[in-house]
């Protein structure tokens, strides 16, 4: 067995008490809370990006196609699904589905309250089961082959400021000339926190806006296109754009609601500098306990210079019971970490207000090589810093440390 290493065993805190004891265990305390607090702060953030990322991305795909238009109008310019990019998305590997979609302002119609709405229109095509999270209440829009059906999904605000619920029969005025309504009925409701959406858009038959625009069977407002990996967005849109009509235009979601975007990579910077402090403050507490734990054992250091053990031999047997600390460190914070991670994961123990914070409690990601990345840094930095208060036993001489009381 190397003998640094035995000795290390030895002197570990499993073989002594009172005051090296305890600095043991502080030492092991230090380095579980860090790793701890640092793999839940990387659960909740991945958690909390995934959650609106994926409520956005239901809402939109993960990119608009349409055509190119020479305003901002709520109403897109009608394009085809005989155009050559519908007719071939399935060939490229990097497309999970396409689906189509309309939009057409209006004013809808309570007992009481009128509310300015924008209904997307939508097929049978439309990911429904993405889409399920957000509906709270009732059904989804039932489509019908023979005709457009009447039946809308709200969502819960405008349903509170117009008084109405599942069930309910509205009017609803779409600005067109010469103006024309429909009587629409509630069939469900929907929330996803995000403005952008619950205060203003309601899901309807895209064959409305058919009906309503004078438009053929084939025409549609654009395509939302729902890729494999959402991670490879950047990398995906030159490719996909190339496969294009040449009247047709590329939307990135991440860029057309960038302010969320923008807002959620931002929340990046904030993990990473918590997790910089830390690693700060794990490394400082393993190079203070070490310099401890070289006084403790001034004596133990000169018997063994005086019995012919050479400097790096010493200084390997303070670096093994370093590595030993935040090795029992590790284990035990992670631990604790996914111990947590997963009670609040399955029984949702932790609420928020979703009027602050987008979701109802607080969500975690299972990052696995995040948390695997997250290990091994802390397990380098804390292991290299080792080294540093090792170097002060080259300048113990044996007489006065066998003398050191």
Known sequence: MNLSYFIAKRISFRRT???TGTIHRIAVASVAIGIAVSLISFMI?????REISDKVYSFTGHFQVMKFMSSNAFEESPTSTNSNFYQNYTQNDAIKHVQVFAHKPGLLKGDDEVEGVLMKGIGPDFDSLSFGNSLVKGRFIQFSDSGAVNEVVLSTKIANKLMLDVGDRVIMYFVQDPPRFRRLEIVGLYETFLENFDDRIILGDIQTIRNLSSWTEDQVGGFEVFVHNPDNIASIQKPLYADLDYDLRLISIQDKYLEIFDWLQLLNNNVYVFLTLILFVAAFNMVSILFILIME??????????????????R???VWNGVRIIGRGLLI???????????????QLIPLNPENYYMSFVPIFWNWPVFVAINIAVLVVTTLVLFIPAMLISNIQPIKAIRFD
């Open 17 to 19: 008490g009172g005051f």
């Open 45 to 49: 953030l991945g958690g909390f990006q």
């Open 297 to 314: 054992r001034t004596q133990m250091i000169g018997i063994l210079k005086a019995l012919g053990a050479r400097n790096r031999q010493i």
């Open 316 to 318: 390997r047997v303070f």
């Open 333 to 347: 914070g992670n631990s604790l970490a996914f111990v947590i991670g997963f009670l609040q994961d399955r029984f």
